[in-house]
């Protein structure tokens, strides 16, 4: 289980929690006719997002997603004929511009989590959370952050295999990136790693798009687990 931890939507943009002028468009993907339609009414009624279309299982939200072209996909992990983890995995991998996608499930399930974040998901909520915190996670994915849980990443990664240091490719990072790469694995926004640093907010940001490039990075969240898996962060770094 991954704990309490997990259950929190942790804002990394100081921005996130005041809609945006152009509402966030999702797509809600649950096999269940009921949640998805309850998910769909309650979200829809949250300020900055416009619900644009449902999916009921995984075939069904790439098809839908490729169609309708939503910012987020709410993507539920046990589906029919395609599961959530696999149907992520499609969309982040066959488009330039692919949405961002927020895992949505009832388990608090390791697995899942490792799975999730393996597939570039920028984020993993709980079914269980209450609806203005989901809403905070679609918003917050949505203006290119992402949902990290720092504690459950350690404890995910210290219960598998780590690499070395030198199994990163920082051969193409400087010590600045890596700086803000361990900032990124506490949890840290881009204000917050600038005030940290002592540098401007576009610097950071230019940093940040460095880094997820050069580890072959979909989002902030997988260049974090890059990060541990290989040994550059540790399970007990704490910033």
């Known amino acids: 289980m991954i704990g309490p931890d997990v259950c929190e939507v942790v804002t990394t943009s100081p921005d996130a929690s005041s809609a945006a002028n152009t509402p966030v468009t999702l797509?809600?993907?649950?096999?269940?006719?009921?949640?998805r339609s309850g998910l769909r009414t309650l979200l829809a009624a949250q300020p900055g997002i416009a619900v644009i279309g449902e999916a009921a299982d995984g075939v069904e939200a790439v098809e839908q997603a490729r169609r309708l072209r939503p910012d987020v996909v709410l993507m539920d992990v046990?589906?029919?004929r395609l599961n959530g983890i696999e149907a992520t995995r499609q969309l982040l991998a066959e488009s330039a511009e692919p949405p961002k996608v927020v895992v949505i499930t009832t388990f608090e399930n390791d697995g899942y989590v490792t799975a999730a974040l393996s597939a570039g998901a920028s984020g993993f909520v709980l079914k269980r959370l209450p609806v203005r915190q989901i809403a905070e996670a679609v918003r917050v994915v949505a203006a290119g952050e992402a949902i990290l849980f720092p504690t459950a990443l350690r404890r995910m990664v210290a219960a598998r295999p780590l690499g070395s240091a030198?199994?990163?490719?920082?051969?193409?990072?400087?010590?600045?990136?890596e700086e803000v790469l361990r900032s990124m694995a506490t949890g840290l926004s881009n204000p917050e790693i600038a005030e940290s640093l002592r540098v401007s907010l576009e610097t950071v940001k230019t940093h940040v798009g460095n880094v997820l490039t050069k580890l072959g990075a979909q989002n902030r969240t997988h260049a974090v687990v890059i990060a541990y898996e290989s040994g550059l962060v540790t399970p007990g770094f704490a910033g």
């Open 27 to 35: 797509l809600i993907a649950d096999d269940d006719e009921v949640t």
């Open 78 to 80: 046990r589906m029919p």
């Open 166 to 177: 030198e199994a990163l490719p920082k051969a193409a990072l400087t010590g600045r990136e």
